[in-house]
């Protein structure tokens, strides 16, 4: 992105050596100016309501294909029926002129009968994106005051509560009988047709008011310049929350053509939408730059190209991939094609012809108005600039919108009176764009003056980014850019200024943020999972009158990677803590844990045992928690698979799937031996001034005998309360002798999430006036209500979880990096030019070792990931989109995994199973889904380990 001031424009034309042309006067870059933007035409629709140039059409060709999605089809009556239906319907339920109407919907043709039924109506259409975030739903609701709601059934659980009357368009009665006339609209030109919300530079999105006049202007323009021609089959690939989508649908609907509306799946994949465009033969394809390159990173990138039209918009094409585009589809015409959303849709077309013409950005020109609109570039006093200098771009005519919905001072703000028009009612609308006047009197885009940027063809608003991170409760400051470190790569960068500066977990890469907001760092998501339900959901060591208090000491022995300390530290304050963990790998996250979450908790990497030496350690890499001096593979594996079994459908149970499971979980069980040290607990106490131990916590497989054999008689007394986890058929019998010896009372319980094992835990509590033993039946009454997790632990995971609760995804952040303070120039403004880039490959080493992948699968996923991200090596915990990735490359990265697999890999499983481990559990599951259809419905995304 080029941000600067008009001065600094100035300058920005002599400095590439483009002064304007010696041979033009000032008065005849006038004369030029008015000639260019002689662009008045008269058409005789002009006083229709966009859904009567629908109207006109079907009238003229009813039986013509006017709608497709995927096997549905409907004729121009059909489409024009179902809308005369649904508007109806909406007039009975109150709509009218200037009500906006949401239109909650996926790709669909609803979608589309939605629409034209609001306009039908005499309503507007406010357009949500079924992906937006709940946050923002109920904004732009509540914001544009809708008191109405299109939606499809699978969606009603998405919005919220308290959202305007619903009417569900996929239950609709449609019927099959001619409905009476609808009840007269009066429809004027003046009228809203609909309100788009675009993101706003205060943290607030703003809502754009397109009259009926403005987008019929729009279409009848566009259909004339881009020769558009009944029977063209054209496709809609963008949402319909931003205008992109109506460069196509209401051009295609009034001229004749049929529409395709694509869906979404298909949209994300090469493959998916070459056989669509292949089978369907496309003709007009509008789409982002950046997407259609995206799609085009398969085997056949001729493809995805349509075959009449394709017109280019959202942002900046550099001219060496138009090269290769017509080198794909020599018969191809390719438009480039702008237009703020404030001025309808588009106001400058530039069809592509050879030679290609010399820019100074290096990217195609934007091209000259379409019809009854007017470009002024002008300087800082409001004077057009000469041919060849950058001046903002201010856009007047017909397609300028009314205004910001409900937002006056804003509205008055960027639509200013028009100085160059005699109408006095006349206004320009000031883009923010730098542009300068070729000498063919093409335009070509030259930057921004503000902090506005186009991230894949959304505009975006800095500001709005930065208030949403200033909103969560550790960021005290926030500064977003878009970057360009990289050739062709732009990216947003989140820098963050944390209120608390130590943030132990920052750098990790392996991290897991707990179903409670608590970002832990840990070795292996389903393990974690697990743990977290045991310990912070089942309480599991809070039962029968165990109790946590202020002030405590706890020692726990085989802590893992920590989870209990968190818990523990949520629960009472002033803990002392002492954690055992002798696997290397599963300390190196309790300390980083400890760190975070625990106010005095010493970490030991040891194992406690009956004796002082060393042993040997058996590691499993992929289930840390059955790691142990006596571990068993065999055994543990029985041990899995029950746990396995406890949780699937008991049809699911036979020999097959038994087997299945069996190879699943021995990939899970590959050893590494370490060798570590073991301590007696009573050597610890007297190393560290122990004097009591309110809570013994054992769990160290098959090793707790020995772990109680190593406490002395003289520190048995200091014990106030064990839990321990205990094979019944291994030390259950001696532990209940040693417990009852030293005056515990003592009772014994299954493991519910362990139920077909032998594992169990024994509760003692050494009796007291305060605390006795309880024989508790049910499972709920001890469970404690934990305070709010700490919201000044800052991690990446944590900040992008909490934007996407409050941000499209395109508004999202590829990086986060945190900063001591924000750089600051001599005058003590913030330098955004002094902040530091970023990369994945700069990306810092974790508090503990990635794990390596492990399977074949996992190796060809880290290696895709590697080359796409330009890392050295890639972790089998390690995150897409914390390394950097964002949706566009992850289309590309879906693409090539389809290649490597031979899967069609939706998009949405990359975003559900960001990590390597994840998605190769997702991809072996497809690929042995395709190799063995008599496996039954089982989904391997569903197996958890």
């Known amino acids: ?397 017909r397609g300028v919108a009314r205004g910001y919905l409900r937002r006056p001072e804003l509205t008055a703000e960027k639509f200013v009176a028009d100085p160059f028009s005699p109408d006095p009612e006349q206004r320009l609308y000031r883009s923010g764009d730098l542009a300068r006047y070729l000498p063919d009197g093409n335009i070509e885009f030259c930057g921004r003056i503000d902090q506005q940027v186009k991230i894949h063809g959304n505009r975006v608003e800095l500001g709005e980014i930065e208030a949403a991170l200033r909103a969560q409760g550790g960021v005290r400051e926030a500064l977003v850019m878009a970057r360009e470190d990289e050739p062709d790569v732009k990216q947003l960068v989140a820098y963050v200024v944390p209120k608390r500066m130590d943030q132990p977990l920052w750098e990790g890469n392996a991290l897991h943020v707990l179903p409670d907001g608590s970002p832990v760092a840990h070795l292996n998501r389903n393990e974690t999972d697990y743990i977290y339900n045991e310990i912070f959901v089942l309480q599991a060591y809070l039962r029968h009158g165990i109790t946590i208090e202020d002030g405590d000491c706890i020692v726990d022995a085989g802590a893992n990677i920590g989870l209990f300390t968190v818990f523990a530290s949520r629960l009472a304050r002033n803990l002392k803590v002492i954690s055992f963990e002798p696997n290397p790998a599963a300390f190196a996250c309790l300390k980083a844990n400890a760190m975070v979450w625990g106010s005095s908790v010493k970490c030991l990497p040891l194992g406690l045992s009956s004796e002082n030496k060393s042993a040997e350690l058996t590691f499993f890499e992929g289930m840390s928690l059955l790691s142990g001096f006596y571990a068993d593979a065999a055994t543990e594996q029985d041990v899995v698979k029950n746990y396995v079994l406890n949780q699937s459908d008991e049809s699911l149970n036979n020999e097959t799937w038994t087997q299945e499971i069996s190879e699943l979980i021995d990939d899970k069980l590959k050893t590494k031996t370490v060798s570590t040290q073991l301590r007696t607990l009573s050597s610890i106490i007297a190393d560290e001034g122990i004097d009591r131990i309110d809570l013994l916590k054992v769990n160290v497989e098959k090793s707790e005998l020995d772990v109680l054999m190593g406490i002395s008689p003289d520190d048995w007394p200091k014990i106030r309360q064990l839990v321990i986890e205990v094979d019944l058929d291994s030390n259950l019998g001696p532990i209940l002798s040693l417990l009852e010896l030293y005056g515990f009372e003592m009772l014994v319980e299954q493991d519910p999430l362990l139920s077909r094992t032998e594992l169990c835990y024994v509760y003692a509590i050494r009796p007291s006036a305060e605390h006795r033993l309880l024989q508790q039946q049910s499972a709920e009454e001890h469970r404690r209500t934990l305070p709010a997790a700490d919201a000044e632990i800052l991690t990446p995971v944590t900040l992008r979880n909490h934007l996407k609760k409050r941000l499209p995804a395109y508004m999202m952040p590829a990086a986060f990096v945190l900063l001591e303070k924000l750089p600051l120039t001599a005058n003590g403004k913030i330098d955004r030019q002094a902040l530091p880039p970023w990369s994945g490959a700069s990306r810092a080493t974790p508090a503990n070792d990635s794990v390596m992948p492990r399977t074949e699968t996992e190796r060809a996923i880290a290696a895709i990931w590697a080359e796409m991200l330009k890392l050295d090596s890639v972790g089998v915990d390690d995150d897409f989109f914390d390394l950097g990735g964002q949706s566009l490359m992850a289309m590309k990265l879906v693409s090539r995994i389809r290649d490597a697999f031979g899967v069609n890999l939706p998009l949405r499983n990359l975003f559900d199973h960001s990590t390597v481990a994840g998605l190769a559990e997702v991809v072996d599951g497809l690929v042995w889904l395709a190799q063995a259809p008599s496996h039954g419905t089982c989904d391997r995304e569903e197996i958890d380990l």
């Open 1 to 397: 992105m080029v941000t600067m001031t008009l001065t600094q424009a100035k300058d920005f034309s002599l400095e590439r050596g483009r002064a304007a042309p010696a041979s033009l006067s000032e008065a005849g870059d006038q004369q030029s100016s008015a000639a260019w933007n002689d662009t008045s035409v008269a058409y005789p629709a002009a006083g229709l309501a966009l859904h009567q140039l629908f109207e006109r059409q079907a009238a003229r060709t009813p039986a013509q294909m006017a709608l497709v999605f995927e096997q549905q089809r409907l004729s121009y009556s059909e489409l024009n029926r179902r809308a005369n239906r649904l508007a109806h319907h909406l007039q009975q339920l109150g709509a009218g002129a200037d009500t906006p109407i949401g239109l909650f919907v996926e790709r669909s043709l609803e979608m589309v009968v939605g629409m034209l039924g609001i306009l039908k109506a005499g309503a507007a259409y406010l357009p949500i994106d079924a992906s937006f975030p709940p946050e923002r739903i109920v904004f732009m609701l509540e914001d544009a005051g809708v008191r109405l709601l299109l939606t499809q059934t699978s969606l009603v659980s998405s919005l919220p509560a308290k959202a305007a009357p619903i009417v569900c368009l996929d239950s609709f009665g449609w019927g099959d009988a001619e409905i009476a006339p609808l009840c007269a609209s009066a429809v004027e030109p003046g009228n809203l047709a609909y309100v788009i919300y675009t993101s706003g530079s205060t943290g607030r999105p703003k809502g754009v008011a397109i009259e009926h006049h403005n987008i019929v202007n729009y279409v009848l323009g566009v259909a004339e310049r881009l020769q558009f021609r009944p029977g063209m089959h054209h496709a809609t690939v963008s949402t319909i929350a931003a205008d992109l989508g109506n460069t196509v649908i209401f051009p295609a609907l009034a001229t004749g053509g049929c529409l395709h509306v694509i869906a979404r799946e298909r949209t994300e994949s090469q493959a998916l939408l070459a056989e669509y465009f292949q089978r369907e033969q496309i003709d007009v394809l509008k789409i982002v730059p950046s997407h259609l390159a995206a799609l085009q990173s398969g085997q056949h990138p001729e493809q995805v190209m349509p075959k009449s039209h394709l017109i280019l918009g959202g942002e900046a094409s550099r001219l060496e991939w138009i090269e290769q585009l017509r080198r794909l589809a020599p018969q191809c015409k390719i438009y480039n094609h702008y237009g703020p959303t404030e001025t309808t849709v588009g106001v400058l077309t530039y069809h592509v012809a050879a030679p290609l013409p010399a820019t100074q950005s290096g990217t195609l020109p934007l091209g000259r108005p379409l019809p009854n609109s007017r470009i002024y570039l002008l300087d800082e006093q409001g004077r057009p600039v000469p041919v060849g200098v950058p001046g903002e771009l201010c856009i007047g005519g």
